[in-house]
């Protein structure tokens, strides 16, 4: 037999348990003055008792707000289910929004033109009340359309050389060069002089960091085979990246990959080729994950709470949304865990 559906309690509802008229109601609901405070304690109270919530729909209609955040992401969707980072940037974005009680709408997109039509089509239809923004790009357009819309948004990123405009606009960083001279610091400890850095997009700014932070340390330190090279972030485009490396007159004796997904394809593309890791390849990986920590040899990755940097993220967008100032934020800096994947550089080989 078919089952009515649940009728969501109404306005109407309330007013009728409560004896009251339903312009009563929507007064005391929506804390506007024209019933007494003994009448509007008991409407709640009848409100809560029916499981009463507000329209997200109606909440923005009347400039309420929609009680949701939005994340759009430019990047390639075929890259994005199997990378870890964002899948626990999100789970703790997830965390702080569920328990305020805000949703979370999440759009790919293919380019940044795309991602900024997303964000005036989203405020013209009051379909979020911030924005979490990720992927900061240099001459990023996004900061200032934020500031004209004023949309309240937390940038997760640093903005290499550009200010972030006045208002409700924070920005939540780790320092990516930081990161990258410990890891050139490591592999220069073991003796290792030729170095590829296979990268991610190169139009992020946080891609031009590493590699700039690549270039200086190698110049520092008196090491003329160091390069990098750009991918999409994919597990394709790394291991063929690595192909070619390898295949070079001097090939590296270490590389670094900007992502867990291409280190793992990098040390498959190794074993295919008898390289033995980390006998004659030390290998690192960016971020750490459950990947990094199963294959053999485990990998030296670079490690960070990244569940608790996207709670980070979120906590300072619900600071704006409840009309705090904006912040310039620097997170902790992810520390290197030294694993099997990389080791002592051959004397024969350097």
């Known amino acids: 037999m078919r089952r009515t559906p649940a009728r969501r309690p109404t306005i109407k509802d309330i007013a009728r ?14 804390g506007r003055p024209g019933v007494s405070e003994v009448t509007r304690a008991r409407i709640r109270r009848v409100a809560e008792q029916l499981g009463w919530q507000p329209s997200a729909a109606a909440r923005a209609l009347s400039g309420e707000g929609a009680a949701t955040v939005g994340l759009v992401l430019a990047r390639p ?17 997830q965390e702080v929004l ?10 790919v997109v293919e380019d940044l033109d795309a991602e900024c039509a997303v ?30 819309l004023g949309l309240p948004a937390v940038i997760v990123g640093a903005l290499d050389g550009q200010s972030v405009p006045h ?22 400890g073991l003796g290792h002089r030729r170095i590829t850095h296979i990268a991610g997009l190169p139009e992020l700014a946080h891609t031009r960091r590493r590699m700039a932070c690549l270039r200086a340390e190698a110049a520092r330190r008196g090491l003329p085979d160091v390069r990098s090279v750009t991918t999409d972030y994919s597990d394709a485009q ?26 793992v394809a990098g040390l498959a593309v190794a074993a295919e080729r008898g390289v033995p890791v980390p006998a004659a390849l030390s290998i690192v990986a960016w971020d750490d994950s459950v990947l990094c920590r199963s294959t053999h040899p485990a990998l030296t990755a670079l490690v960070r709470d990244t569940a608790a940097f996207g709670r980070r993220a979120a906590e300072q967008l619900v600071a704006l949304l409840d009309g705090g100032p904006g912040h310039r934020i620097q997170d902790a800096t992810p520390r290197l865990a030294h694993r099997a994947s990389t080791a002592r550089v051959p004397f024969s080989s350097r």
């Open 167 to 188: 208002g409700a606009i924070s920005t939540l960083w780790a320092d990516d060069t930081g990161a990258m001279a410990s890891i050139i610091g490591h592999l220069h």
């Open 77 to 93: 969707a075929r890259t994005l289910g199997v990378e870890s980072f964002f899948l626990q940037l999100v789970s703790g974005v």
């Open 238 to 263: 790394g291991a063929e990246a690595t192909r070619r490396e390898l295949a070079g007159e001097r090939p590296p004796t270490a590389i670094v990959y900007d992502n867990d997904v291409m280190a």
């Open 17 to 30: 348990r409560a004896g009251v008229s339903e312009s009563a109601v929507s007064f005391a609901l929506n």
């Open 98 to 107: 569920a328990g305020r009680r805000l949703g979370l709408l999440f759009q």
């Open 119 to 148: 964000y005036r089509r989203w405020w013209a239809e009051r379909r979020v009340d911030g924005l979490l923004v990720v992927d900061p790009r240099a001459d990023d357009p996004r900061p200032a359309l934020l500031d004209r």
